[in-house]
């Protein structure tokens, strides 16, 4: 079973959509929990770190369900900027990360 | 805004040679770690290290694989006897804290590795 699942997408969407991206993970005991952007061919970007409470920014809001071991990201009024792959990640004990493969991101005009 | 800095950005070496990734860790950051990702696929880790020792690898890193900090500021991934399969992009992260922390891990650029 994979450390950390993510539907690739890809997700096509128009300008000013909200759209939401769920990763689910296997360990129970995992740590910590982030979602990075990664455009192509370049490397990772953290886009935020997510908190048990819950954690917005700007128009970004992460979710964190332990009880069910997923991971939620929701982004409102999409830019085309915001086109990208969204990388899932968990950090499980030992100061292991682990990636999910990204779920692809195309916002259209 | 510190960075961490990878060099080189693209290596080309012959299958059968050996390899150094090199770099340079944000200078207060504490945790360091090697991953690389296979075009097209995602981002596997390969090794974490800490305190001047490995603290986590996958099962990837094996024996052909060794990490070192040689100096205060240099952390190098070497590979020895490349195949073909290693041919990936491997991107170094650094840490101000470890697991635990919710500390996130900052990326370099990464190295283009290509074995011929």
């Known amino acids: 079973r994979k450390e950390v699942e993510q539907d690739p997408g890809p997700f096509n969407v128009p300008e000013g959509a909200t759209v939401a991206f769920n990763c689910t993970y296997s360990?129970?005991?995992?740590?910590?929990f982030f979602w990075y952007r990664q455009d192509c061919r370049k490397e990772p970007k953290l886009l935020m770190s997510?908190?048990?409470s819950g954690n917005e920014d700007g128009r970004f809001t992460a979710q964190l369900n332990r009880a069910s071991q997923y991971i939620s990201l929701l982004i409102r009024d999409s830019k085309l900027s915001d086109s990208a792959t969204y990388l899932c990640?968990?950090?499980?004990?030992?100061?292991?990360?682990?990636f999910g493969t990204g779920t692809s991101l195309t916002v259209i005009p | 805004e510190p960075e961490v800095t990878q060099t080189p950005s693209h290596q080309v070496t012959q299958m059968g040679q050996e390899v150094i990734l090199r770099c340079v860790p944000i200078?207060?950051?504490?945790?360091f770690y090697w991953y690389r990702q296979i075009l097209g696929q995602k981002v596997e880790f390969l090794v974490s290290?800490?305190?001047?020792?490995?603290?986590?690898k996958s099962e990837i890193f094996d024996d052909q694989f060794s990490v070192e900090r040689p100096d205060g500021s240099n952390f190098t991934l070497k590979i020895r006897s490349t195949k073909l399969e290693d041919s990936a992009m491997y991107f170094c992260?650094?840490?101000?804290?470890?697991?635990?922390?919710?500390?996130?891990?900052?990326f370099g650029d990464g190295t283009r590795l290509s074995i011929l």
């Open positions: 992260a650094s840490s101000a804290m470890g697991q635990n922390s919710n500390q996130p891990q900052h």
């Open positions: 360990n129970s005991a995992s740590q910590s």
């Open positions: 997510v908190y048990s």
């Open positions: 990640v968990v950090n499980i004990p030992g100061n292991q990360f682990y």
């Open positions: 200078s207060n950051h504490l945790y």
């Open positions: 290290f800490y305190n001047n020792e490995i603290s986590e």
